[in-house]
């Protein structure tokens, strides 16, 4: 009797959990160093988006909103410094977002979509417009993030930094309404495509 305690004692044993299976499997990661699928992206600054911000000014003052989304597009911050510097780059989106009047937006989009990298540039905006949806709606459920919307001067010379009661929530309501009607032309012009790609893209603005 004590020969079998003693076989079923060894054969319970879990010391064979402290061998590491996956180092024996030359097609596990423990073998290739994963950094490698994420090529590293080049670290945005605050500075530098000022800078795409002031350039992108220029461009819609005079007048060339599609030059505007286009710089915004192609200078995506997907390694931002610091939460500012990504907060201004989506500002600086939607400002140019809420500047383009609804019967260009589709035209523009299908200008975009048809240059080269037209397919990613709107895949960016995508992008954007997601994030912007998720600033508005903490901020319409009271948390502490800020919204892209911006605060405007008053006649005073002072801004407005609380109104009449629900001017909150009306200039976030009119935010995400933008944010929505922008994300159903990109839809209509590249696709539901657009959607699954921004959701499997590890890359984030």
Not at 47 to 66: C, H, P, T
Not at 99 to 109: D, F, G, N, Q, W
Request: aromatic share 4%; net charge negative; hydrophobic share 40%.
């Amino acid at each position: 009797m004590s020969i079998i305690r003693e076989h079923t004692a060894a054969t319970l044993s879990d010391a064979w959990r402290t061998i590491n299976i996956d180092a024996l499997d030359p097609d596990s990661s423990s073998n290739f160093d994963v950094s490698t699928l994420h090529p590293p992206q080049p670290e945005i600054t605050e500075a530098d988006v000022r800078q795409l911000a002031s350039q992108v000014r220029q461009l819609l003052r005079g007048g060339d909103a599609e030059g505007a989304l286009r710089s915004c597009l192609e200078a995506p911050v997907y390694n931002a410094a610091d939460a500012l510097a990504a907060e201004l780059a989506l500002q600086t989106v939607t400002e140019v977002l809420q500047s383009i009047k609804a019967s260009e937006m589709t035209p523009m989009l299908r200008g975009i979509y048809a240059a080269p990298g037209g397919s990613e540039g709107l895949d960016v905006l995508m992008k954007y417009l997601y994030k912007g949806m998720a600033a508005t709606s903490s901020a319409s459920g009271g948390s502490a993030p800020r919204t892209p919307t911006r605060m405007t001067p008053q006649p005073t010379g002072l801004s407005q930094f609380s109104g009449r009661p629900g001017a909150s929530a009306e200039s976030t309501g009119g935010a995400m309404s933008v944010l929505l009607s922008w994300h159903e032309k990109v839809v209509e012009v590249a696709g539901l495509g657009c959607i699954g790609r921004v959701m499997t893209d590890w890359r984030r603005v």
